[in-house]
């Protein structure tokens, strides 16, 4: 039958009416989001950032993109994270599936977001000029050029890794090199949450740092960046700098931060030599306005990620511009926190007669701090490894660090692995609880923090163990006297042994 043209003539209004609907719906819901922001990198510093920014900023659309797809799994799992810390899964619950996503999906998330966080690893080279000292920005390099190749709009570009003062510069010039004509605008904005703390660091920071360039287009990418932390983080609390300012500053904080460590750890051997308490001495000191009491815990010695890789990451800065007294003097952080390390392990083989030889000792803790399961460039493993060479038999407990984890560092960091290490399967126990890890060994070495350590039943735990019981606290942590009492032969760092002194 021939169509009714009258009938088609009555309906092209109504056709039209709801095409526009379509077109308005359409436009309502590309519009929604105030901004949107993906990040590349889905690691310790990635994914708790965004995770804030979400739940504070719930009408900016924030996803997470990472390579690893068992690491986005982890982060889209109802109950366990791929990290741990404290707060970190209410705070994704709360925004998971409603403004907050992660995804291996890189290319589409790059090519809608208006802001481009780049927070991928930037480790010590390996090899190659600078190797032990230089960072390696391959990946952030690489990051860059997926954005020149996959974005069809001009964006905002965000250092969040760590990385070497000036590299905005270089991915400046990779950006600047598409075929598009668009026009890309980098800001460095470093993190400074600390792991343990990050939730809390991150909900209330001491201030937010954001660099750009001094030009018209570079300052607006830095208020665009500012309004984003504006919703939560007061204004005299964010900071803005040029870009090479920024970029410096999160090295020197590290930098400082470190050098406060291996202060108060030199004198911590000065102490065990003259009677003097480190504990006493960190209180007296930390009471003056102009130094403050924060990072003087004397400790077996700094780990994490970060620490080292800056400094000598700085290190090499100061070399390159010929500043080698500079470098020398930064370089002696790092050298006092390896001696620190190394004089625990010393001292543990030297107290128990100087073999350990088929002896059990216990390892509580290989985190490098307490409430994360961090293992980089833990002074743990570092320990482990002198006790190794040494023949000791070693079970260790951690409440957040698994096998597999302890393995991937120790292989990476001391390249100590199975293959060329005979016996190590067999010298290495994970016990599942500290208990286990302490039945019948020789001696105890506290080398994390953990709260739970501090109230374990030692009165059972000693008469589990060899005799004499030993007990090494790389964390001082413990209550001397009462397990003195007990019966252990208890050694501290920074503490004086009343075997060794009368006039206490």
């Given amino acids: 039958e021939r169509p009714n043209l009258l009938l088609i003539i009555l309906l092209i209004p109504l056709l039209y009416h709801c095409h526009t609907i379509a077109i308005k719906i359409d436009i309502i819901m590309s519009d929604e989001w105030e901004l949107k922001i993906c990040c590349m990198g889905a690691g310790y510093v990635g994914g708790p950032t965004m995770a804030v920014i979400a739940k504070m900023c719930p009408k900016i659309r924030v996803c997470v993109v990472d390579l690893s797809q068992k690491q986005i799994d982890g982060w889209n799992n109802a109950d366990c994270l791929p990290i741990y810390e404290p707060g970190l899964l209410d705070v994704v619950k709360e925004s998971r599936g409603r403004n907050l996503f992660f995804s291996t999906d890189i290319d589409t998330e790059l090519e809608r977001a208006d802001i481009v966080f780049i927070s991928v690893n930037t480790p010590t080279k390996t090899q190659g000029i600078g190797a032990g000292r230089a960072a390696n920005i391959k990946n952030c390099e690489l990051c860059a050029r997926k954005i020149a190749e996959v974005s069809t709009s001009d964006k905002i570009i965000v250092e969040k890794s760590t990385v070497p003062v000036r590299t905005a510069e270089a991915i400046r010039r990779v950006l600047d090199c598409n075929d598009k004509g668009l026009n890309f605008q980098v800001l460095s904005n470093p993190e400074f949450l600390a792991e343990g703390t990050a939730i809390g660091d991150l909900e209330k920071p001491d201030r937010v740092l954001i660099g750009g360039q001094q030009s018209l287009e570079g300052l607006e990418a830095a208020r665009t960046l500012v309004s984003v932390y504006a919703h939560w983080v007061p204004k005299e609390n964010i900071l803005t700098t040029n870009l090479w300012s920024s970029e410096l ?256």
């Fill in 249 to 504: 500053s999160k090295l020197v904080a590290n930098a400082f931060l470190a050098q406060r460590v291996s202060s108060i750890n030199s004198i911590s051997a000065l102490c065990e030599s003259t009677g003097a308490d480190v504990s006493e001495i960190s209180r007296a000191v930390g009471m003056d306005a102009r130094i403050g009491k924060k990072f003087l815990q004397a400790s077996v010695g700094f780990g994490g990620s970060c620490f080292q890789k800056d400094i000598l990451n700085l290190v090499y800065l100061c070399e390159t511009y010929g500043l080698n007294e500079c470098a020398e003097y930064w370089n002696q952080v790092v050298a006092m926190n390896d001696y620190q390390k190394k004089r625990f392990s010393r001292k543990m083989v030297g107290k128990m007669f100087n073999t350990v030889t088929g002896k059990k000792i216990a390892i509580l803790g290989f985190a490098f701090k307490k409430d994360t399961g961090d293992v980089r460039e833990t002074p743990s493993m570092f320990v482990v490894r002198d006790l190794l060479v040494e023949g000791a038999n070693l079970h260790i407990y951690d409440p957040q660090v698994t096998r597999e984890d302890m393995w991937t560092e120790m292989n990476y960091t001391c390249g100590i692995n199975a293959e060329n290490t005979k016996g190590l399967e067999e010298s290495i126990t994970t016990s599942p609880d500290a208990m286990s890890a302490c039945e019948g060994a020789h001696a105890i070495a506290l080398l994390t923090e953990w709260d739970e350590f501090k109230t374990l039943d030692y009165e059972a735990i000693y008469k589990s163990m060899a005799k004499p019981a030993f007990l090494f606290d790389g964390r001082n942590i413990a209550d001397y006297d009462a397990l003195r009492k007990i019966g252990f032969e208890v050694h501290a760092i920074g503490k004086p042994d009343p075997n060794a002194f009368n006039d206490l």
